[in-house]
């Protein structure tokens, strides 16, 4: 009874490793400070909210709604896309609203993916890039994730040297978990480049609005001309409106890929509970000062994690974008591997990171934090930090050195 298929594909979840010392610490009494799960903190905007208690209850918002998306979400939605971006898209054909941008891109993976069907990935890069491929029968082969011109001898290698020819690329920039952006630039040649193999581009735009430099915000993909003949690119009200649990996301782009995207989902969902399909619907169209805000609080949350954390002894660039700083694991500490690391400064410093092993094998030296607490709690975890550092010579002599995975 446990031995099935798609189960057996996936690798085991080395995240749950981390959250069962996490909650044994805790159930001690311990105050972990969490700094893993990239779990917005911040509340969703109050006229967001407010949509939602006027239209809960209303006659027929109870019943089943539409698995694409409501008319009035996916205009707002194209309409976001025409102010920010300057793409135009037909909200009948080129937006499909989904239950968060994950369960669009794994949804993807199903309607694209035939067995055996070879799907490029950067490692390292978020889980389901990956494992949305591999449980719809795929075969990933991994590719660099900075977006620079190196990237392309290595795609270029990719291609030439699948059997069978790749079928997709992903990409997903600002970056989760290594917070690299990309340029338009970058975004003109991975089309030239799909146009030339013939690969579908899945762009995951879920940080767009989590940003720090304000002259120059990140592209979209589809601003390239002509990606729209072979991309779609996903977004989130999680990050940008700190919705993360309403489940609200998008997929936009080539028409025919949504055109399957749209079939698969009609199988398997009614669509997200109508009345927050309102709400997002007023989040998108409503006033943009909580998105500055929220780009304003992350810049803060950031400063201090990087001043603090150098103070500590751990010290690392500030992030351009995204939720998230990925840290290389100080140098005495490496040949442990991200794992074991990051169980160590739960029981010795009291906080919590995401193992970067957990992202790919190529993230072994590095650990993800995310700014989802305070800057009081930041800095109290850059304490804990640089007291554990200051003290490991002296009481982790007898630490046994891990195999690294891989």
């Given amino acids: 009874m446990t031995d099935f298929h798609r189960i057996k594909r996936l690798p085991p979840y080395v995240f749950e490793q981390v959250n069962k010392i996490k909650a044994a610490e805790r159930a001690k009494g311990v105050d972990i400070i969490d700094l893993g799960m990239g779990n917005p903190d911040l509340p969703a905007p109050k006229h967001v909210i407010e949509k939602l208690v006027e239209t809960a209850g209303k006659p027929r918002t109870d019943r089943y709604s539409?698995?694409?998306?409501?008319?009035?979400?996916?205009?707002a939605q194209a309409h976001y896309y025409e102010r920010r971006f300057g793409v135009k898209l037909n909200p009948e054909t080129q937006v499909v609203a989904t239950l968060g941008s994950k369960e669009g891109f794994a949804?993807?993976?199903?309607?694209?993916?035939?067995?055996?069907?070879?799907?490029?990935?950067?490692?390292?890069?978020?889980?389901?890039?990956?494992?949305?491929?591999?449980?719809?029968?795929?075969?990933?082969?991994?590719?660099?994730?900075?977006?620079?011109?190196?990237?392309?001898?290595?795609l270029e290698r990719a291609v030439m040297h699948s059997v069978p020819k790749p079928i997709a690329l992903v990409t997903c920039y600002p970056a989760n978990p290594t917070a690299y952006v990309a340029s338009l630039d970058f975004y003109r040649d991975l089309v030239a480049f799909a146009k030339k193999h013939e690969l579908i581009l899945l762009s995951d735009l879920a940080y767009a609005e989590v940003y720090f430099d304000e002259t120059n915000p990140p592209p979209s993909m589809l601003q390239v001309p002509g990606a729209i003949d072979v991309a779609v690119e996903f977004t989130s009200m999680s990050k940008t409106f700190s919705m993360a649990g309403w489940r609200m996301g998008f997929a936009v782009?080539?028409?025919?890929?949504?055109?399957?995207?749209?079939?698969?989902?009609?199988?398997?969902?009614?669509?997200?509970?109508?009345?927050?399909?309102?709400?997002?619907?007023?989040?998108?169209?409503?006033?943009?000062?909580?998105?500055?805000?929220?780009?304003?609080?992350?810049?803060?949350?950031?400063?201090?994690?990087?001043?603090?954390?150098?103070?500590?002894?751990?010290?690392?660039p500030a992030p351009e974008a995204s939720m998230f700083a990925w840290v290389p694991i100080p140098e005495k500490f490496r040949h442990l591997g991200s794992l074991e690391f990051s169980k160590l400064l739960i029981e010795k410093a009291e906080?919590?990171?995401?193992?970067g092993i957990g992202f790919g094998e190529h993230g072994d030296d590095y650990v993800r934090i995310a700014i989802v607490e305070n800057e009081q709690r930041i800095r109290q975890a850059a304490r804990n930090i640089g007291r554990f550092l200051k003290s490991a010579d002296a009481t982790l002599h007898n630490v046994i050195r891990m195999p690294r995975a891989g």
């Fill in 253 to 316: 782009g080539n028409e025919r890929l949504l055109a399957a995207l749209a079939r698969v989902k009609s199988y398997l969902d009614y669509g997200a509970y109508t009345p927050i399909q309102v709400a997002a619907a007023a989040a998108l169209n409503g006033p943009e000062d909580c998105i500055r805000e929220m780009r304003e609080t992350y810049r803060r949350r950031r400063d201090a994690l990087v001043e603090s954390f150098g103070k500590a002894g751990w010290a690392f």
């Fill in 351 to 355: 906080v919590a990171v995401a193992p």
């Fill in 66 to 75: 539409a698995s694409k998306g409501i008319v009035g979400l996916r205009r």
């Fill in 107 to 154: 949804n993807m993976a199903q309607a694209i993916t035939g067995p055996g069907d070879v799907v490029l990935v950067p490692n390292p890069s978020y889980p389901i890039h990956a494992f949305g491929f591999l449980m719809a029968g795929g075969v990933i082969r991994s590719v660099p994730a900075e977006p620079t011109p190196a990237m392309f001898p290595a």
